[in-house]
C-alpha cells in the first residue's frame, strides 16, 4: 500500500451573492488522472486501462465492478472551446465550452453550454456567481477535482470547479456568442471588464473530439460509489491525440457524508492507480490546457 500524504480539508466561509442566496457547497468528489494520448490505438487500449483500475483497486480495497459496462460501446462527444484571442477567460480562472453529443455520426439532442470558474482556492470558487441569466433551466455543479501531481506521482493536488450547464437553446438572442450576449447572459464575465468588440472565438481554430467509454463501478464503502470512464481527446480533422484522462466522480448531499474511511479508500486507490498506470500518465495538465497548448501560445491559468 503506497503511503497518502495528509491534506486538511478547507473550510468554506459562509456568505452570500448579491441576490441573498448562499454560496454554494460543495456537492461532487471527482479524481482524474491525464493520460498520453498516443496511447489509445484502438477501444481496446479502455479495456487495457481497466485493467489497471481492477489492480489498483485490489491494492487499495476498493471494489471494481464491471457488471453492466462491458457491452457498451464508446460514447462520442464535440467539444469546442470558446474564448478571446489572448485568453482572456480562461487566464482568469473561466472556462467556456460548448458540447454536442454524437450517435452512429449523427448530432442527437441540443448542444450545451458548460461555463465554469475553477481555482485552487476554494472560497474564491465559491464566491464566484455563475449562474447565468437565462429564461430556461440550468445545473449548477461544484466539485472538488483531484488530480496528480504537477512534477511527479504519489500525491494530489485540488482544484474546485464552479460550474453552469444549460441547453444552447436557452439563449434567444440572434448571435449567442456574441460578447455583449455572453456578458449579459453570464455577469460572472462582467469581473473581466471586456470591451463590446471583443471577440470570441474557438480556441486555436480546433474542434475536439472525444470519444469516452464508461468502464466500471468503483465502490469506496460506507455508500459512496463512483462511475468510472476513460475517455480520449482528439482533434477533428487531422485525428491528432491530445490527451486521455481516467476518472470518476462521487456525489454527496454534504461533504460529511463522504465518511472518513470511503475518503481515505478513495486516496489510497488514487495513489495506486497512479503508480500501476505510471508508463500511461502525462502529468502536469489538463485536458482544457492541452487544447490552450495546442499551437505553442501557453496561457497563463491557474491549474
Known sequence: MHPVAKQSAPKLKKGKYSDGHPLDDLHY???????????????NSFY???????QAAAVADVDFSRKGF???????????????????????????????????GFAVGDPEIVFKFRHPDLQKAAEMDVRPKIAGDYQIKFKAEALPLKDKIGGYRILFSHNAQFPLSAIHDDDPMAMSTLVRMLPA???????PEDKIELVNQTAVEEVLLDIGMLDFGK????????????TRGN?????????????????????????????????????????????????????????????????
Open 223 to 234: 455508500g459512496v460509489q463512483a462511475k468510472s470512464n476513460v475517455a480520449v481527446w482528439r
Open 70 to 104: 462491458k457491452d457498451l460501446r464508446p460514447a462520442i462527444r464535440e467539444v469546442l472551446f470558446l474564448d478571446t484571442a489572448d485568453f482572456r477567460l480562461y487566464n482568469n480562472a473561466f472556462i467556456l465550452r460548448r458540447r454536442q453529443d454524437y450517435v452512429d
Open 239 to 303: 485525428q491528432k491525440q491530445l490527451v486521455g484522462e481516467f476518472a470518476f466522480q462521487a456525489k454527496m448531499e454534504r461533504r460529511s457524508e463522504l465518511h472518513a474511511v470511503a475518503k481515505l479508500r478513495c486516496e489510497q486507490f488514487f495513489i495506486a492507480i497512479q503508480h500501476v498506470a505510471e508508463q500511461w500518465l502525462a502529468l502536469g495538465t489538463t485536458k482544457t490546457g492541452a487544447v490552450y497548448r495546442l499551437k505553442g501560445n501557453p496561457p497563463t491559468a491557474h491549474e
Open 29 to 43: 468528489l471527482e479524481c482524474k488522472l491525464i493520460l498520453n494520448g498516443d496511447r489509445f490505438t484502438s477501444v
Open 189 to 195: 464575465l462582467e469581473t473581466l471588464k471586456l470591451n
Open 48 to 54: 487495457e486501462f481497466a485493467k489497471l483500475v481492477k
